[in-house]
């Protein structure tokens, strides 16, 4: 590994205080660069959003709707950021269910400074490598959309492979007339319903074709805006489909 420890910054995603800071000071001691710990999954997506971290430590609890497995999930493919998960959980079924979402650590409380130390590095060093592929080079969100997806005007969403919504930004929020923490994993193809103003007739964004920039209208909003969806499609380290990036331009109309 040829990248210093301060190179890249460790991000803790614990809910537990006192365990995030033990962690804090586990890291500081030998010699990371440590981001403040968050306590859910949301916040760890905002936070890897605006600032990408070079590696993440996931507790398997976590507060809010997402779990560590499903934020490490969406981390990894659709951010392209590895997650080491730290836990207290050692059953099998677990395990398991960890393992399907390609952590690149298992680490079970407490935690030896020494393995914390190697584990990281052995993880950092094999994702490295795996961004050198050609589909390492290209997965994961452009610099321009998450930028947009923490501050920009325009109303954008993100979504997992499985269409669950992920998050929205405050521009989309106020479009849709809904809160993120209010759709967190439900399906977007039924949680935003969107219609053609002409006809009336329901239509799924998903099964536009990518050229048709048809104005649509949110069906149940009490504020009638036409916007224009386009789908970019985001792909994980190993080639496959990641998730969605989702821009809804307002027509002015």
């Not at 993880?123 to 050609?134: E, F, G, P, S, Y």
């Not at 209010?182 to 935003?192: E, P, R, S, V």
């Not at 319903?193 to 649509?216: A, Y």
Request: hydrophobic share 40%; aromatic share 6%; glycine share 8%.
């Amino acid at each position: 590994m040829n990248e210093s420890k301060l190179d890249y910054s460790v991000l803790i995603v614990e809910d537990d205080p006192i365990i995030a800071r033990v962690l804090e000071t586990i890291l500081r001691d030998s010699g990371f660069r440590v981001e403040d710990p968050v306590n859910s999954g949301e916040k760890a997506i905002i936070r890897v959003a605006s600032q990408k971290p070079g590696i993440v430590l996931m507790d398997i609890d976590l507060l809010g709707r997402l779990s560590g497995i499903e934020t490490a999930r969406i981390l990894l493919h659709i951010f392209s950021v590895p997650v080491i998960f730290v836990t207290g959980h050692d059953e099998e079924k677990i395990l398991t269910h960890a393992i399907g979402v390609d952590p690149f650590g298992f680490l079970i409380k407490p935690i030896n400074q020494n393995i914390l130390n190697t584990t990281i590095q052995v993880a950092v060093n094999l994702h490295d490598k795996i961004c050198t592929t050609t589909e390492g080079k290209t997965s994961g969100l452009t610099d321009i959309q998450r930028e947009e997806l923490t501050g920009s005007l325009k109303p954008v969403l993100l979504l997992d492979s499985n269409n669950g919504i992920i998050w929205m930004n405050d521009a989309a929020e106020y479009l849709v007339e809904k809160q993120a923490s209010d759709l967190i994993l439900k399906d977007a193809t039924t949680a935003l319903i969107m219609h053609d103003p002409k006809t009336g007739d329901l239509v799924d964004i998903f099964s536009l074709d990518p050229i048709d920039e048809r104005p649509l209208m949110f069906s149940g909003a009490q504020h009638k805006k036409q916007v224009i969806p386009r789908i970019f499609l985001i792909t994980d380290p190993f080639g496959d489909i990641g998730g969605y990036f989702i821009e809804l331009s307002p027509t002015g109309e």
